[in-house]
Nanobody, 122 residues
Framework: VQLVESGGGSVQAGGSRRLSCVTS????????VAWVRQAPGKQREGVVS???????TYADSLKARFTISRDNAKNTVYLQMNGLKPEDAAMYYC?????????????????RGQGTQVTVSS
């Protein structure tokens, strides 16, 4: 099973970025997929999750600027990030197949990616 994130990079404050998470090796279309992030010196935090029916659950502070979507035919989940702020700079990880516990907890997922770095300059 692989989760491969891409789309990270450097962006100026106020800009946008779209991250992708491609899953392979299991039936991702039936599982919950989430994005979590970790900034230097901070704990990993849940950004958003999406269930197999496309229902999304966002961190309250991000729902106005971030949008998750999935293309089951491509086994890909996207995270569109708009109005980026310096505090959004972090390593963004994809996690899939929620086993139990909370959607925003990294450890609740069976599969996890290696992350893609997002840098936001002011």
């Amino acid at each position: 099973v692989q989760l491969v994130e891409s789309g990270g990079g450097s962006v100026q404050a106020g800009g946008s970025r779209r991250l992708s998470c491609v899953t392979s090796g299991y039936t991702s279309t039936t599982s919950c997929v989430a994005w979590v992030r970790q900034a230097p010196g901070k704990q990993r935090e849940g950004v958003v999750s999406i269930d197999r029916d496309g229902r999304a659950t966002y961190a309250d502070s991000l729902k106005a600027r971030f949008t998750i979507s999935r293309d089951n035919a491509k086994n890909t989940v996207y995270l569109q990030m708009n109005g980026l702020k310096p505090e959004d700079a972090a390593m963004y990880y994809c996690a899939a197949d929620l086993m139990s516990g909370n959607w925003f907890d990294w450890h609740s997922y069976r599969y996890r990616g290696q992350g893609t770095q997002v840098t936001v300059s002011s």
